[in-house]
């Protein structure tokens, strides 16, 4: 058996994949399964890995995850080094009916004119895994609260879903801690603002791209309601400077020719949020994000050197924010 897993996000891939390894082996050992991490294994190895028989087993499992070289990106992904498709691609077009061969890869769209995928579609299985939906979050949820004898009120779910938004890997960790945290009572909206944390990061993307689009008005108004739920400043600069950080390497590997889902996975983040950066990074200079970034450390020295309140050095900084 060939399947290939793809999505958008690669921990739904990934997710997938390892559900069905443990399902064809859930007594696995080393000798009927192995995983691979492909970022740092070579096509190589895997083929030697999937023409070794399974000793003492009708059939071995192998799990290769992250194949980057499936996706469709602007330019060529790079293999390891003295790496090539050769030798895996004589395997695919010929497969061990003792090897269950499972692979999961981030991407937006498979590369169709990769030989890999050529031959894939033609011995095995290939499926997108979407992310979910609003209701089947909720019906996967109440599925999952129900499994350990408890259950969560429509508002508690509605406001988790607000604050992992389209995270899947959070998600299934929220709901986890959740589940332990209830020990079989019922879930309250009180118990998801106390246990999950709001998305910070969020607040900061929306300002630092309300910033980029040189809407000031708009970033001061993000900045005084994170001050109503006491978001201290220092925290918001370090989070503002990762975020500009982002910006940065995203305007680098665009300008290398990657596509949006080949940036999203080199910089483990989404396409969707690679997207909106993208489009406001429009016809900006890198040498602005750097000016940017002086200003924010700038902030930072002066509050932590007792030079100013963090309140004046954060609206200061707003002030002078230009991308001129």
Do not use: H, W
């Not at 069905?20 to 080393?30: G, Q, T």
């Not at 293999?79 to 010929?94: E, G, I, R, T, V």
């Not at 406001?159 to 986890?176: A, K, P, S, T, V």
């Not at 602005?288 to 050197?305: C, G």
Request: hydrophobic residues 40%; contains cysteine.
């Amino acid at each position: 058996m060939v399947i290939l897993y793809y999505s958008i996000d690669s921990k739904m891939a990934s997710s997938l994949g390892r559900k069905l390894s443990f399902k064809l082996e859930p007594n696995r050992n080393e000798c009927n399964y192995s995983s691979f991490n492909m970022a740092m294994t070579s096509l190589n190895e895997l083929y030697e890995e999937c023409v070794f028989m399974p000793l003492g087993y009708e059939k071995k499992t192998i799990l290769a995850d992250g194949c980057y070289f499936l996706a469709k990106t602007k330019s060529k992904p790079k293999l390891l080094p003295l790496d090539s498709y050769d030798k895996m691609l004589s395997y695919l077009n010929n497969p061990s009916e003792q090897v269950n061969l499972i692979l999961t890869c981030q991407a937006e769209k498979l590369d169709e004119k990769n030989p890999l995928v050529v031959a894939i579609k033609k011995v095995g299985t290939i499926k997108e895994i979407t992310l979910p939906k609003m209701n089947e979050y909720l019906d996967y949820m109440n599925r999952y609260f129900s499994s350990f004898g408890c259950l969560i009120s429509s508002d508690a779910a509605k406001e988790l879903i607000n604050r992992i938004g389209d995270d899947y890997g959070r998600f299934l960790n929220e709901i986890d801690k959740l589940s332990s945290y209830a020990n079989g009572e019922n879930i309250s909206l009180s118990d998801v603002k106390r246990l999950v944390s709001p998305k910070e990061e969020d607040d900061a993307f929306s300002l630092s791209n309300a910033l980029i689009r040189g809407d000031i008005k708009k970033a001061l108004e993000i900045y005084r309601q994170l001050k109503i739920i006491s978001v201290d400043e220092v925290r918001l600069i370090g989070m503002l400077s990762s975020q500009f950080r982002f910006m940065d390497m995203v305007l680098y590997l665009d300008n290398k020719g990657l596509s949006s889902s080949s940036i999203a996975r080199e910089l483990s983040s989404s396409p969707f949020r690679v997207d909106i950066t993208l489009r406001n990074l429009y016809g900006v200079k890198k040498e602005t994000l750097a000016n940017v970034s002086e200003l924010l450390y700038q902030a930072d020295k002066d509050i932590l050197s007792g030079r100013c309140s963090g309140q004046f050095a954060f609206e200061r900084f707003l002030a002078n924010f230009n991308l001129k």
